[in-house]
């Protein structure tokens, strides 16, 4: 039975290879990894066979895992460069958040303008501080 000319991809054996060389596998591994033989798979990357469309979609699908892998260790290798906040600091967040919150809850009945300003602008200088020490 003829296969159609749709059946086929574009891709040429050099194509192939340049994807399997991104993923850093040998022939053998990246056969076993789109389910096929040692054989068939160097006859594609040889172009002795026309690469079936099923072939270079597997081979797309295993270029884009290792690519959302990397992403994933990269956000992981980010996180753990994070430090923490120490207690005393998270407390110091909280009881800031609590205070403007009570400050704004209650503005349209004070009238202390330089109570306000004063803890807005020491709510400013920790929070500034905080962050710089987390980046």
């Given amino acids: ?10 891709w040429n054996g050099e194509k192939l290879k340049k994807h399997r060389s991104k993923l850093n596998l040998s022939q053998i591994d990246m056969a076993k990894k789109i389910g096929l033989s040692e054989r068939g798979y160097r006859c594609y990357e040889t172009d002795k066979y026309r690469i079936p469309l ?4 597997a081979v797309l699908y295993w270029t884009e895992a290792k690519k959302a ?5 990269e956000l992981k290798e980010y996180d753990d ?4 906040l120490t ?3 998270k ?4 009881k ?17 303008e330089l109570w306000v300003s004063r803890l807005l602008d020491q709510s ?11 980046v």
């Fill in 1 to 10: 039975m003829k296969k159609n000319e749709e059946s086929f991809s574009d």
């Fill in 124 to 134: 400013n200088r920790e929070m500034t501080m905080l962050l710089q020490k987390a």
């Fill in 54 to 57: 099923s072939v270079k979609y």
């Fill in 69 to 73: 892998e990397k992403a994933v260790q």
């Fill in 96 to 112: 800031l958040c609590n205070a403007i919150d009570h400050t704004i809850g209650d503005a349209n009945k004070r009238q202390d």
């Fill in 91 to 94: 407390d110091r967040v909280w």
């Fill in 81 to 84: 460069e994070i430090k923490p």
């Fill in 87 to 89: 207690k005393y600091e």
